[in-house]
Nanobody, 123 residues
Framework: VQLQASGGGLVQAGGSLRLSCAASGRTGSMSIMGWFRQAPGKEREFVAAISRSGAGTDYGDSVKGRSTISRDNVKNMVYLQMNRLIPEDTAVYFC?????????????????WGQGTQVTVSS
């Protein structure tokens, strides 16, 4: 499975962005999908996860209430809508996919990782 994230960019504080992640390859093996982020000098941080059906979602505390994860299994896409962005959201955002269900916040749940997309929020 190959994952390609896109949609990052420069946005002012208070603005919104929608990140997309396109999956290709053996997408039938994908179950859980998630987003993580890594800011300069910091460890990678869990952002959001979604189950295969889309019925189950989980969010990191730092984005809870401001972000929505969704997926389209027909198009093999996962999305992250982020609203009310703050400078602390500045990071490289990565999408990930796992072949089985698991704890969304645990990086070990995921088998596949994409290259990141940069999000920069200016104050």
């Amino acid at each position: 499975v190959q994952l390609q994230a896109s949609g990052g960019g420069l946005v002012q504080a208070g603005g919104s962005l929608r990140l997309s992640c396109a999956a290709s390859g053996r997408t039938g093996s994908m179950s859980i999908m998630g987003w993580f982020r890594q800011a300069p000098g910091k460890e990678r941080e869990f952002v959001a996860a979604i189950s295969r059906s889309g019925a189950g979602t989980d969010y990191g505390d730092s984005v809870k209430g401001r972000s929505t994860i969704s997926r389209d299994n027909v198009k093999n896409m996962v999305y992250l809508q982020m609203n009310r962005l703050i400078p602390e959201d500045t990071a490289v955002y990565f999408c990930a996919a796992g072949g089985r269900s698991g704890i969304g916040a645990n990086e070990k749940t995921y088998d596949y990782w994409g290259q990141g997309t940069q999000v920069t929020v200016s104050s």
